[in-house]
């Protein structure tokens, strides 16, 4: 058995397929639930070990885990799960198609081309899932100008870090007062059970249909990165739903793109260039692999891949270069765009620069 049972609570043990399983009361993505999340310490297809909710089926392997739930380093986790750093490649669990059994994983490894990463077709979510999610997110934003106490601090924080008032209204960002416990059918979607929204500063995606995602950065003062109870830890809480979106497409046009990873870093890039190119985030580093998505991307004058310089984003950017022909990789100057603007640093001059250097590698390829 490797290390992944050390990190998650469980404690029920029967046999599967992928190894030994067990079960966890608590799944971190949704929060809530009885006996809903399956763990398999040794599973067949990953070395690390996978997790995987039987309810809101969302899933990722033993790295991912550790970074994204236990607050760990990609280089404190490869450590805690005894991997070389340099071959073990920001691995995405996607989901099961039919929801049946447990999802297989693909591994990137320092792929030599993109043909050997998964991409998969992208399933955008149904009028069950998008009218619920519409009508909270509009909720949310007219929240945001409300003037009440969790308005003002909610605008505060993002002012704070750079964001003008027509950015934050035209972007949609909202504020959702209060936790809210749904019921899952009020959202379209499956099984028994609730889905949580915490209170927090409301982030919806869009596509060309309306609300695609939505995620929610709770308050500061909300998060206990001592807790022992995973959902308490977390600063952000996306509601379930569709799978690998891509924040910002609904502005993609016949312009440069920008490639990052959070929200916030495609909000920055949009307040200070949106006349010179549309930025998009994957949401995670290893987000947004979809098919659909490549396409798009590649029909672009030239991209920008604008991932962190931490291993995880240096790993993301080398798959994304080698699945897009017009790619370059262009390194935020400080740790994400984001912190760029919220230092004050030139963001605009910053694209144009990427802009032109895409140019002349496009002209004068090695």
Known sequence: MNALDDLVDSTEKSGSKHGEEYHAPECPWCGRGEDRLVVWPDHSHHETGMVWCRQCKSSCDGLEYAREFCGMTWAEACKFFGVDPEVSGDG?????????????????????????????????PGKEWRQPAQSFARSCKKRLWSGSTAAQSALDYLRGRGFNDHAIESSGLGVNQKDRWVDKSEWG???????????????????????????????????????????????????????APLYGVQWVKDTP??????????????QEAADVCRPVATGSTGGARRKRWRRLLAGAPAVLVSFDAEEPGEEAARTWKRALPNAIRWRPHAADTSEMLEEGMNLRMWTLCGIQAARIAHDHPE
């Open 92 to 124: 995405h669990a996607e989901e099961s198609e039919d929801g049946a059994g447990a999802p297989e994983i693909t591994v990137d490894r320092a792929p030599e081309d993109a043909s050997q990463v998964q991409w998969s077709e992208y399933a955008p």
């Open 257 to 270: 793109v920008v490639l990052v990873e959070g929200e916030f870093d495609a909000l920055a890039v949009r």
């Open 189 to 243: 979607l499956s099984g028994d059970g609730t889905i949580w929204l915490p209170r927090g500063i409301v982030i919806p995606w869009a596509d060309s249909e309306g609300v695609s995602s939505i995620n929610i950065r709770r308050p500061a003062g909300d998060v206990e990165p001592g807790a022992d109870e995973q959902w308490k830890r977390r600063k952000y809480q996306r509601a379930p739903g569709p799978s």
